[in-house]
């Protein structure tokens, strides 16, 4: 059976995680040979006990490629594994071992790494008006917008980056035939057509709590820079902060009141030295974006500016342009929901 048949076939498999999958092909030199060792050539690899030998023996007898492929086709998903060309070479450059053997999405891969916005699932009003805010201004300078699809900062970071007519993909912990929450479903739809949603979980796969902190290793690993916009502790935010130390990716927050428990993840990371950021030209900075070849830079400024809760009077003084453009241009902001 060919390589991309095998690591499909072995991301089903339960406990057999990328770790285990490398200790396999260290010790056996290749998908094929992993495939066709005998159950006592497994279980001489370090880490693969009994009980994953005789699943992985059970897995050999039942596979067939046939049925896989009638899978993914009922549910409208492509995959893409660790050995095909197009799987995403800076996730797997982010993530060496820990990068998953298949990836199973809808829609289109991100071509080049973006920004990871997260926060807590409970956000306030503030939180989610920042969110879609930063998540519009930096999908509209074609920075992909990457998050989880969780309710509240991830699906606000999900909704502005649709509204800035940019890129956004999700990475969800849970496969594509049990998409969690499914009040994003409709949300989920509208990404396929600008990005994607993915997983590494196949059709079936059971879900545990495990899986989604697990996943955000893959919101990293995509990202150039990853955003905490509101996070209490503990929080899965903090998780996916965890991440970004580990995989030396950048990592930002915006600073909110001392006295707000929403806000006391972001002072935590920001007390262990994460960059402290105040509107998405601060972002676009830190990941050496040029903002002078981008000629829209005055109408997003108010957007930001709006962001950081200036009044239009403030903004008029700031841009010396007119009252009423300033007034229209805030206007037409707010009625795409920012």
Known sequence: ?????????????????????????????????????THD???QIPGIGVALAGRMEQLRERFDPAVLHSQL??????????????????????????????????????????????????????GREQAASFARVLAQRGVPIISGLAHGIDTCAHQGALRGRGITAAVLGTPLD???????????????ER?????????????????????????????????????GVPSGALNTATWAAELNVDLCVIPGNIDDPKRRGNHQLLK???????????????????LATHPEQETLDIGTMLAAGMTPGQIVERTGR?????????TRLQLEGF
């Open 322 to 330: 007119p009252v009423q453009e300033v007034l229209q241009e805030v």
């Open 272 to 290: 262990e030295g994460a960059i402290l950021v105040e509107s998405p030209q601060d972002v676009m900075e830190l990941i050496g974006l040029d």
């Open 1 to 37: 059976m060919e390589t991309r048949m095998i690591l499909l076939a072995l991301s089903s498999l339960q406990g057999l995680g990328p770790n285990k999958f490398h200790a396999l092909l260290d010790a056996l030199g290749s998908a094929e040979a992993i495939w066709n060792a």
């Open 41 to 43: 050539q497994w279980l």
């Open 178 to 192: 049990n998409l969690y929450p499914r009040e994003n479903i409709p949300l989920a739809d509208r990404m396929r």
């Open 195 to 231: 990005g994607a949603v993915m997983t590494e979980y196949p059709v079936g796969s059971p879900v545990h709590p495990g899986c989604f902190p697990w996943r955000n290793r893959i919101i990293v690993g995509l990202a150039a820079a990853v955003l905490v916009v509101e996070s």
């Open 73 to 126: 086709a009922a549910q409208q998903l492509q995959a893409v594994v660790l050995s095909d060309p197009h799987y995403p070479q800076f996730l797997r450059q982010s993530l060496g071992r820990k990068a998953p053997l298949a990836l199973y999405y809808r829609g289109q891969l991100p071509a080049s790494r973006g920004v990871a916005i997260v926060g807590t699932r409970s956000p306030s009003r503030r």
